[in-house]
């Protein structure tokens, strides 16, 4: 009798919801880029009340994506407020900015510097200091964190590993490594000066990771040791060889890498049950 009572009191007792955060849609003038560039943030609940400092994690998207595609396709909302209600990962500020387009052949794409299209030096020198700054995170290599999918994760990776500096830990998703067999051919465009895609799978070609590591010196494998990797890609992904090589290319300089392979292929649902992890491992790796 007094356990079918305790029962009946549990089951009346009122559901907390998880205490949730937000997204917002913001932009930024370049100069570099000569363009506006928009970009979505996730401010954790509390966020507006409050005047506490946050670690940043930048995600990244893939190729034909914008910066909708982690909210929409991805559910990044739903995950990391599950994520910071259960204490898996700290509270923190994300940020999403755009460095594509679903036209990849007459529209910019990509992350790396192109002739017209400088990303990485708007990405370090405008986008991070200006995006920190208004959103009161604490702006260290130690509360900072990148990771992506696809485009995005090849990014994250040649990122962390040009500007070791800049971030405590990466984890790229089904990552997008380097540009060899999968090269865009001249063939398969019709002007490859002025084919976007053309021009973004060379830059991709030209920022090898798996390149970066074979040409690192011993300083260089030093500082890239400063940060946490993590590889993460689906056992039929067809970009899986660039990461297992990429993980063995490290181990073999004696640079520490998880690598993760799990059933999937590359899609959102692979992604979305990839972040579930990726958020949790920027987070024990904060300062």
Known sequence: MKKNLMLMLVLLL????????????????SEILNTTVKYNVYLPDGFAEGSDRYP?????????????????????????????????ACKMVVFMPNAGH???????????NMPGWSYEDFFFQEFIPAAEAKYRCIGDKGHRAIMGLSMGGGGSTVYAQRHPDMFSSCYA????????ENQVAARDVKDPAKDKLYIVSQSVREHSALKFIDEADEATLEKLRT?????????????????????????DKKVKSELRVHNGVHNWEYWHLALRDALPFASRNFN
């Not at 009122?14 to 003038?29: E, F, N, Q, W, Y």
């Not at 940060?227 to 490290?250: E, R």
């Open 14 to 29: 009122p559901v907390l919801p998880v205490r949730a955060g937000k997204i917002v849609t913001d932009s930024l003038r």
């Open 56 to 88: 940043a994690v930048y995600l990244l998207h893939g190729l034909y994506g914008t910066y909708k595609d982690w909210s929409k396709q991805g559910g990044m909302k739903t995950v990391i407020d599950e994520l910071i209600g259960t204490g898996e």
């Open 173 to 180: 998703m089904s990552a997008w490594l380097d540009n060899g």
């Open 102 to 112: 679903p036209d990849v052949h007459n529209e910019w794409n990509g992350y790396f």
């Open 227 to 251: 940060v946490k990797w993590f590889i993460d890609c689906g056992d039929d992904d067809f970009l899986l060889d660039l990461s297992t090589g990429l993980h063995q290319k490290m181990r």
